[in-house]
């Protein structure tokens, strides 16, 4: 299982998931119709650091940072 | 990098950064401080802060001003900043003004579209996500 969490705005509960690439923890995200609106404008990060490519694999006890749009200052 | 609950003191950290660099040789030392101005009837904005890909984005910016021989230091809040108070500071140090007046640009330009901190508008004591003025990350949309 990996962890996946929602920062700031998206107000979204931690959830556990069983996905062996980022690809197909897409798919099993855009299933929520809620996240599907974020997910476009969202950039991702694994075990706190920023990825770029769907095809990173992902193991057991991975965390996955789901990063909306931001606004420091 | 400084993290505060609440508005930030900008004189004690200004002050005290100064006093840090007094003996370091540089010749530019450049501030810079966001306030949070009254519009659109806000009480105060409110922030949060995901602090440990923060804190690696401000190591590749410290890496960065060292290779020009310069530094960098910033202090940013957490939670509600009413207006007329400072959110963000921050601050570039360097041998030679051209530098310095380089990186604090480039610098405070990344950290406004690539620093994970969010923002909120307080109305009416509601927290409203700064939607319109947010800015997608590098590599958003990877899983849409």
Redesign the interface.
Known sequence: MIKVEF???IGKESIEVEANT?KE??DF??RDEAL?SW???????LN?????D?KTPLKAGDRI????????? | MELYHGPLDVKEIFGRWLDEEADSNYGAYIPFV?TIRAEDDIEALS??I?E??LQ?WFEEWQERAAREGAIVKMA?AIGDVPVHSS??ISAVFSPRRRVALELIDAF?ED??????????DIIDGERV???D????????????
């Open positions: 920062l700031g705005p980022l923890l897409s995200l855009k599907a997910l476009p404008k969202c950039a991702v990060a706190d650091t920023m990825v770029s769907l940072t789901i990063l909306p749009p931001v606004c420091g200052g | 966001g922030f949060d995901y440990p890909i690696s940013h959110s963000y405070v950290f406004k579209a690539n620093a994970p901190i969010w923002k909120y996500y700064a939607d003025r947010s800015t997608p990350m590098n590599g958003a949309g990877l899983l849409a």
